[in-house]
Nanobody
Framework: QLQASGGGLVQAGGSLSVSCVASASIFSLIPMAWYRQAPGKQRDLVASISRTRGTEYADSVKGRFTISRDNAKNTVYLQMSSLKPEDTAVYYC???????????WGQGTQVTVSS
């Protein structure tokens, strides 16, 4: 089970942090990632972190977003700064397996950036 939280409304240029708790005993052994889905668009990968804390980012968020994880808390975080209206979306976490994901999707958390 994946439980994302921390979303909200923020002005353009602002910052916001979201977190996701995974009810998985294997959490420390698997990669985790954040995805987002804007209205009418497909869900896209935003950032990923390996079990050894290597990170990758979509070009659209590189330099603005930071993904991190706390294995003791089974939690993955996404720190977002210099937010833009185009960052508005529902943000989800999951564990990537190639082009697929390991878990059923949770409810996500809404992030809205006003201009």
């Amino acid at each position: 089970q994946l439980q994302a939280s921390g979303g909200g409304l923020v002005q353009a240029g602002g910052s916001l942090s979201v977190s996701c708790v995974a009810s998985a005993s294997i959490f420390s052994l698997i990669p985790m990632a954040w995805y987002r889905q804007a209205p009418g668009k497909q869900r896209d990968l935003v950032a990923s972190i390996s079990r050894t804390r290597g990170t990758e980012y979509a070009d659209s968020v590189k330099g603005r977003f930071t993904i991190s994880r706390d294995n003791a808390k089974n939690t993955v975080y996404l720190q977002m700064s210099s937010l833009k209206p185009e960052d508005t979306a529902v943000y989800y976490c999951n564990s990537p397996i190639g082009e697929y994901t390991r878990f059923a999707w949770g409810q996500g958390t809404q992030v809205t950036v006003s201009s």
